[in-house]
């Protein structure tokens, strides 16, 4: 039975939690599959370390914590350091490539990079950052349905923001998909 | 009767346990919450001062816990489905409400996230170390019922099963949940309305003249009085008479304490409702409730696939404590195995009830955050040989 491990590390204030929770509700509201978010953060609301771990997986998930993701999400130097010496030794590392130099990186991990600041400046709110690397997510992974992606990002994000967080979405995930080459 | 649709959120959501319980809490038909917030409890009573204008009812944020208890148990009288909500710190000052709550026989349902303690401890940290605290917390004699949630599912499912308890025996009811449990997101199914049970309050259909406040029925619990309707009722802390008047004697505390601790002790076994897995034939027994049984899942499964027989018994209600029925499993296992996020609760009472026939071990941990499930397993391998 497949299972994917993911822990999303970053401040208090980039939308850490709120990407752990878009792909969890596409993975089992809309994708039919199981997922469990466990989230982590200090008593600051902005600018302290923060991280959230996501489990997907076809059977219900029992426990509950990610002690070595298959896939680490960093948009911050912090959570790089903190949480690459716990990546599978084959596993997967996507960052955001202005704010995460990726030093001394484990030989087995295949690392990708997106400037997601950069491009959610580019469409007007550096807010959307988070946004951009939960499509640069699906684009790269395949482990969320485009589909379900976008049905749970619609479904999470403030009245009114839909076509900015959709764009954003759509940036990220067509950056994804031609870092790996896909069609 | 089915629950009232206005307090029910219709619909697949992916919710944290905090957010669940009080969506359970409102398809309950709870329609008063008087809150200290406490982390990691916040954002239950954050939810409901949010959905309660839309759905028709009170949120009063109180000066502190015990404010919160005490109001609490002034709108049972007032006919509210009631709730409080709290964690560690606010439940030991919530003791005193409990007997009183207890002894009124005021139906009304507290939650408490437990983080670790003791005082204030580890606040945005998991434990289960308030297990004992609600048995046992409060002066005199008592009995409560405690319902242990694993799931953000669960925390909507049992919070209903608390509120419909609660007016069946017009006892305080706790949800135990964790600081995992309740900060933990996964999907959460919210039926219909009309697919959900209620339990309506007992109220009774005798003439004001004619009505006494704490005149049992034949299950050892008294109706209660709708107010306005003219009955006249006097409640008080002091042991009392059928008629709720202080009856300060030997004679009258016997038959007062008796019959309240008997309503839940007569039904212990129907009360009890344990989820067992692979029980039967099992070498090894693990005993666990709330977040642990999750866990210790894990490492039943690890076990498993080493060819031992391991079995597991989850403990959706931790009080009454279902001994009959931990007794009867212990004559069919070698060993039992009890983690738990403390350093010795529950296990005490698996003890009790197992008798010196098998091996009881408990697999402590002080409170943070979950065990390893290594640890546990390891456990279950040094119980089977």
């Not at chain 2, 998991?126 to 008592?142: E, N, T």
Request: hydrophobic share 45%; aromatic share 6%.
């Amino acid at each position: 039975m497949a299972s994917t491990g993911i822990r999303i590390g970053g401040l208090g204030g980039q939308g850490v939690i709120l990407s752990g929770i878009i792909l969890g509700k596409a993975a089992s509201i809309f994708d039919g599959k199981n997922a469990t978010l466990i989230q982590a953060f200090g008593p600051e609301a902005r600018g302290s370390a923060c991280s959230a771990q996501v489990t997907i997986a076809d059977a219900p998930v029992a426990y509950p914590y990610v002690q070595n993701p298959d896939v680490l999400v960093v948009m911050s130097s912090d959570a790089y350091t903190q949480f690459i010496p716990t990546l599978k030794a084959d596993g997967l590392l996507l960052y955001e490539e202005e704010l995460v130099t990726p030093k001394d990186l484990p030989p087995g991990v295949k690392a990708y990079g997106i400037p997601a600041t950069r491009i959610a400046e580019e469409l007007g709110r550096r807010l959307v950052l988070n946004i951009v690397m939960v499509g640069f997510f699906a684009g790269v992974t395949g482990v969320v349905s485009l589909v379900a992606a976008e049905k749970a990002l619609l479904s999470s994000v403030p009245k009114g923001t839909e076509s900015l967080n959709l764009n954003a979405f759509r940036r990220g995930y067509e950056h994804g998909r031609s870092l790996v080459g896909a069609a | 009767m089915t629950a009232d649709p206005k307090g029910v959120l219709t619909g697949v959501h992916f919710l944290d346990g905090d957010h669940a319980a009080c969506e359970g809490a409102l398809a309950a038909g709870c329609r008063f919450v008087s809150g200290y917030p406490i982390t990691p409890s916040t954002e239950v009573v954050e939810r409901f001062a949010q959905r309660i204008p839309m759905v028709g009812g009170v949120f009063i944020q109180m000066e502190d816990e015990l404010a919160a208890s005490i109001t609490m148990l002034g709108a049972v009288w007032g006919g509210k489905k009631v709730m409080t909500v709290t964690s560690g710190p606010g439940l030991s000052l919530m003791m005193e409400h409990l007997g009183l709550a207890y002894i009124t026989e005021a139906p009304c349902v507290f939650i408490d996230v437990q983080r670790g303690g003791p005082s204030t401890g580890l606040p945005t940290l998991p434990a289960q170390a308030d297990m004992m605290q609600v048995k046992w917390g409060s002066h005199g004699d008592y009995e409560i019922i405690a319902l242990v949630p694993d799931s953000p599912q669960e925390c909507f499912d049992l919070t209903i099963k608390a509120f419909n308890l609660a007016e069946q025996w017009r006892v305080p009811v706790f949800l135990m949940m964790d600081e995992v449990v309740g900060h933990m997101t996964e999907r959460v199914v919210i039926p219909e309305a009309s697919a959900i049970e209620i339990t309506e309050r007992r109220w009774t259909k005798k003439a004001p003249g004619e009505y006494r406040p704490f005149d049992a029925c034949a299950d050892g619990v008294p109706a209660m009085a709708k107010a306005g309707d003219g009955h006249r009722i006097h409640v008080t802390g002091l042991t009392h008479d059928e008629r709720g008047w202080p009856a300060l004697t030997p004679k009258s505390q016997d038959k007062l304490i008796r019959r309240l601790t008997n309503k839940i002790r007569d039904n212990a076994d129907a009360l009890a409702d344990i989820r067992e897995d692979q029980c039967e034939g099992a070498d090894v027994i693990v005993v666990s409730y709330g977040i642990t049984s999750r866990v210790a899942s894990s490492a039943v499964l690890q076990a498993r696939a080493q060819g031992l027989k391991v079995g597991h018994a989850r403990l959706v209600v931790a009080w009454p404590f279902p001994t009959t029925r931990i007794a009867y499993l212990a004559t069919q296992c070698r060993a039992m195995v009890v983690p738990e996020l403390n350093l010795g609760q529950m296990v005490h009472e698996v003890s009790r009830a197992v008798a010196g026939k098998v091996p009881v071990r408990l697999v402590d941990h002080a409170g943070g955050t979950v065990h390893d499930p290594k640890v546990i397993l390891d456990c279950i391998l040094g119980a089977a040989r």
